[in-house]
């Protein structure tokens, strides 16, 4: 699997960019956030990959962040969720707010992405909580972390290292963000807090 590409973007269109390494143009198709996070044209860059095979089709994804490929893959794991709409949810929502959005059982959150109405949005909801009740996190994320419900304070923080880590980033990265946060607070509100931590230092 290819994991990321270093290397200077040549192209960029609001669809899709191509990122040059070692001679070879690789074509990788983006979600709007990740186009408006990367450098320009002609600057380097690395970008996070996900190689998709099919019967008929080889399609490389591309993503600012670990992140945004964590979800872009927990997304898809979905029924009815295809790389296209995948894409059009992380254009139009960051994972943490996907995160919460499935924590608080918002499925009109995802109605913002193009190409998805109401019942594909509960679905979304439905099965990624579902996922997690069973222990099913191996390509996604553990949304009970986030979910806002009273809990011990140890507890509570523990539960949002543990969902940055399904984010994507190290756990030393998610247990510095996550210190200096009261863990008094709700579990949801400490990766908020936490996410905002860690934007601050990158």
């Known amino acids: 699997m ?9 192209e960029k269109t609001p669809a899709m960019l191509v990122v040059e390494c070692g001679g070879v ?3 990788l198709s983006v979600p709007g956030s990740s186009l408006a996070a990367l450098p320009a044209v002609g600057e380097t860059a690395t970008v996070y990959t996900h190689l998709n095979v099919t019967e008929s089709d080889v399609s490389l994804f591309g993503f600012a962040t670990r992140a945004e490929r964590g979800m872009f893959m927990t997304l ?7 790389p296209k709409v995948g894409l059009s949810i992380l254009s139009a929502l960051t994972p943490q707010q996907i995160v919460l ?27 990624l909580q579902d996922k997690v009740a069973k222990g099913i996190a191996s390509g996604g994320l553990d949304l009970t972390s986030a979910t ?3 809990a011990p304070a140890a507890g509570a923080a523990q539960q949002a290292v543990a969902a ?5 980033y190290t756990q ?25 931590e860690i934007g601050k230092n990158r």
């Open 164 to 168: 940055l880590v399904a984010l994507g």
């Open 148 to 150: 806002p419900v009273s």
């Open 76 to 82: 898809t794991s979905v029924s009815g969720v295809g």
């Open 101 to 127: 959005a499935v924590s608080g059982g918002d499925h009109k959150a995802f109605t913002a992405a193009s190409g998805v109405g109401p019942k594909l949005g509960q679905r979304l909801v439905l099965e």
């Open 2 to 10: 290819i994991y990321s590409l270093t290397g200077v973007i040549t």
């Open 25 to 27: 143009g690789y074509l």
């Open 172 to 196: 030393g990265e998610a247990a510095k963000a996550v210190a200096p946060v009261d863990p008094g607070l709700p579990t949801a509100e400490i990766v908020r807090l936490a996410l905002r």
